[in-house]
């Protein structure tokens, strides 16, 4: 599918704010381009893993919308395209000008391109490649599987709109703790399953039924989805919509099973409040492994689980700036 591309030249000051304008005039997604310096802590809070060099911040900034093209090439709707284009930038034009009385908009221009959806995933491949975690090779689809990784337990999965590929180092550390702490046959919790790998990569170990919850309902797509691709059965999994902490009656769910091992792959904040009641969801001596920790919190996260009279720390496992917390029920 093609679009047309608007990259409208503002200013660092006023990005926020034209951004917000395009919402209220029904533009549900833009894209910010500046020359911000990025802090370490905000790098930490977004997940972001790196960051590419950039020059000096020169002030400008660049916001950009999209709107669909004619899809059959009809000269009607292309026109009828064209015309409510045009009036919304008119309306665009006239806010930026009145705006600039009080902000500096900057030059205010708009430029118009086209794009294509097939660019923009052939652009987010060039970033994404195989990589290990123990025995595990993790790879996307359209990477061909190389000889020298033959012998590894194999997980294909494609960044998706809302979830990771798992290469972030918090979804390592929890691959490590199953790994080395699941045993064939066990059953596992996956709470905050996001795109499912945590369960695909039990579901690789061994283990048994594994049940998953995420208060996102795009977690049940995107993981029913990597299950087939993995051609992983799913008749012995269960997926839940949830907030694990506020739902009564998913605690109660989860209570009447039991399982060997829980997984939780969230923050720090989450984590602390689930170390609270999490026994209940454990078999004696069963396991809780939680990552997604920054170090910061880990302190923290240990007197969670310490203040759980059921539960002892078992194991910390580190990975630069990130924690996981291994806790077994007494």
Same mark, same amino acid.
């Given at each position: 599918?093609?679009?047309?591309?608007?990259?409208?030249?503002?200013?660092?000051?006023?990005?926020?704010?034209?951004?917000?304008?395009?919402?209220?005039?029904?533009?549900?997604?833009?894209?910010?381009?500046?020359?911000?310096?990025?802090?370490?802590?905000?790098?930490?809070?977004?997940?972001?893993?790196?960051?590419?060099?950039?020059?000096?911040?020169?002030?400008?900034?660049?916001?950009?919308?999209?709107?669909?093209?004619?899809?059959?090439?009809?000269?009607?709707?292309?026109?009828?395209?064209?015309?409510?284009?045009?009036?919304?930038?008119?309306?665009?034009?006239?806010? &930026?000008? $009145?705006? %600039? +009385?009080?902000?500096? !908009? /900057?030059? #205010? =221009?708009?430029?118009? *391109?086209?794009?294509?959806?097939?660019?923009?995933?052939?652009?987010?491949?060039?970033?994404?490649?195989?990589?290990?975690?123990?025995?595990?090779?993790?790879?996307?689809?359209?990477?061909?599987?190389?000889?020298?990784?033959?012998?590894?337990?194999?997980?294909?999965?494609?960044?998706?709109?809302?979830?990771?590929?798992?290469?972030?180092?918090?979804?390592?550390?929890?691959?490590?703790?199953?790994?080395?702490? &699941?045993? $064939?046959? %066990? +059953?596992?919790?996956? !709470? /905050?399953? #996001? =795109?499912?790998?945590? *369960?695909?990569?039990?579901?690789?170990?061994?283990?048994?039924?594994?049940?998953?919850?995420?208060?996102?309902?795009?977690?049940?797509?995107?993981?029913?989805?990597?299950?087939?691709?993995?051609?992983?059965?799913?008749?012995?999994?269960?997926?839940?919509?949830?907030?694990?902490?506020?739902?009564?009656?998913?605690?109660?769910?989860?209570?009447?099973?039991?399982?060997?091992?829980?997984?939780?792959?969230?923050?720090?904040?989450?984590?602390?409040?689930?170390?609270?009641?999490?026994?209940?969801?454990?078999?004696?001596?069963?396991?809780?492994?939680?990552?997604?920790?920054?170090?910061?919190?880990?302190?923290?996260?240990?007197?969670?689980?310490?203040?759980?009279?059921?539960?002892?720390?078992?194991?910390?496992?580190?990975?630069?700036?990130?924690?996981?917390?291994?806790?077994?029920?007494?």
């Amino acid at each position: 599918m093609e679009w047309n591309k608007y990259r409208i030249k503002t200013t660092t000051e006023a990005e926020d704010f034209v951004a917000g304008m395009l919402l209220e005039l029904g533009i549900t997604g833009v894209q910010i381009e500046d020359n911000l310096q990025i802090s370490k802590e905000d790098m930490e809070a977004q997940f972001i893993g790196y960051l590419a060099d950039l020059p000096e911040d020169d002030g400008v900034a660049y916001v950009s919308f999209y709107t669909s093209k004619a899809r059959n090439n009809r000269p009607d709707e292309q026109a009828s395209i064209e015309a409510a284009d045009e009036a919304l930038l008119e309306q665009i034009r006239t806010k &930026l000008k $009145e705006a %600039n +009385s009080f902000i500096n !908009i /900057g030059e #205010g =221009s708009i430029v118009k *391109s086209s794009t294509k959806e097939e660019d923009w995933i052939n652009n987010w491949k060039k970033y994404f490649k195989g990589f290990t975690v123990e025995n595990f090779y993790i790879k996307p689809t359209w990477q061909k599987l190389e000889p020298q990784y033959a012998d590894y337990k194999l997980i294909e999965i494609d960044p998706g709109t809302a979830f990771g590929t798992g290469k972030h180092e918090t979804t390592q550390l929890c691959i490590t703790g199953l790994a080395k702490h &699941l045993r $064939e046959g %066990n +059953s596992v919790l996956d !709470i /905050g399953c #996001g =795109s499912g790998i945590l *369960s695909l990569v039990a579901k690789k170990l061994g283990a048994g039924h594994v049940d998953m919850s995420d208060i996102d309902p795009a977690a049940i797509t995107a993981s029913y989805e990597n299950f087939e691709v993995n051609n992983e059965p799913t008749d012995d999994i269960e997926i839940v919509v949830g907030d694990i902490i506020g739902d009564d009656e998913l605690k109660q769910r989860y209570e009447d099973k039991k399982y060997d091992v829980v997984v939780a792959n969230i923050l720090a904040d989450v984590i602390i409040p689930i170390a609270g009641f999490v026994d209940r969801f454990l078999k004696p001596g069963g396991l809780f492994i939680s990552s997604g920790i920054i170090y910061m919190k880990e302190d923290d996260v240990v007197d969670a689980v310490n203040n759980n009279d059921n539960l002892e720390v078992v194991e910390l496992i580190a990975q630069g700036d990130w924690r996981s917390v291994v806790a077994r029920r007494k």
